[in-house]
């Protein structure tokens, strides 16, 4: 990773702010709640958060808040829970995120069952343990009273996953408590040490659907097909040249359709993924997926012409994150680095999709942090996570929030 280091009075700042008295009565208390850590990670990843039904861990989140002593603590249309602590003025605003939602439906059994040092529960890593860190900042800041010149909001975010598209913060930014924008916007998601999000990854989803008459496999033989006619995009789509770099990617993930085997479907749908961190490349994407969909129904209804019916299509927007940069040499990613190096961490920059793509794209200083820990098989039912090092996550992350916070 290149230099992008603060200046020597800056670097001396988080050096000496690391081992004031406040942040280091904040460090141990870190540690002295270990076990409590563990006992909160399990009992909020066995709340069910299945997508657009965050609800009851948004009810647990917003109770802790209020136990902790944050202050304000309110739910805003959306589901957002947002909570603030004071401090000695009303600048800088820094807002620290997790979000609540997990890919896994509703009905998805989330108890969690230990084995060894590893935790193992759908969603527990992705993102409950980001929102146990959001909470045990809280604490942390309490217990030990660090003074802050600014706000430090903290925030439970609703839809950050799939389908969700980013509408918890899409809708903070745009008409919500800060669409007048904020100093800094840190985002907790998942585990790890070294990962320091400041590029957004930008992706657009799209549901296709084909419809026709539908008919019987042998007795209609010869009429248009909406599978048929899914199949022939698909395997042009498949073709796309995507390039290195700018990295891009695409992927069809569902396709749907027909009844029966021997049963020629009235309808056929596909959901596709496109990303890249070039907005340019997903323009690109788009334009050509339109295309071969546009040729393949007009060649399947080419080619069953003289049964005298006929596909029709709609391709629907389901999903679009914007892309962008927080750059490489700005207060808040200097700072992080630093305060990681603070603490023996050796960070590297890194492009994902998370909460912060909303701010980014917006132009506010935004970026999202791993909280420690390791994991394996996100979004998937054998997920599991093992919280070694969630404690060092925890106090970068208390460092980084005091510094940006105007500690003093």
Known sequence: MQNYALGTDEVLSITSLARSPAIQRAFQ????IR????????RLCEIPAPPFKEEARACEV???FEEVGLARVRTDKVGNVIAERPGFAL??????????DTVFPEGTDVRVRREGTRLHAPGISDNTCGLVSLIALA???EFAEVPTEGVIYFVATVGEEGEGNLRGARHLFTEGEFRAGVDAFISLDGPGLERITQRALGS???RISVAGPGGHSWGDFGIVNPVHALGRAIARFASYPAPLAPRTSYNVGIIEGGSSVNSIPQTASMVVDLRSISSDEIEKLEAYLRRVVEIAVREENSQRAISGTSLSYEIEKVGDRPSGETPADSTIVRSAIECSRALGIEPRLDCSSTDSNIPISLGIPAITLGVGGSSSNCHSLTEWYEPVGRELGIKRLVLLTAFLAGCV
Do not use: K, N, T, Y
């Not at 208390?29 to 002295?32: A, N, V, Y």
């Not at 076990?35 to 399990?42: C, I, N, P, T, Y």
């Not at 600048?91 to 609540?100: E, N």
């Open 62 to 64: 917003a109770r802790r």
């Open 204 to 206: 657009r989803r799209f």
């Open 91 to 100: 600048q800088p605003r820094v807002v620290v995120s997790a979000h609540l």
């Open 29 to 32: 208390f870190i540690d002295d």
């Open 35 to 42: 076990d409590e850590l563990e006992a909160e990670l399990v």
């Open 139 to 141: 604490r942390a800041l």
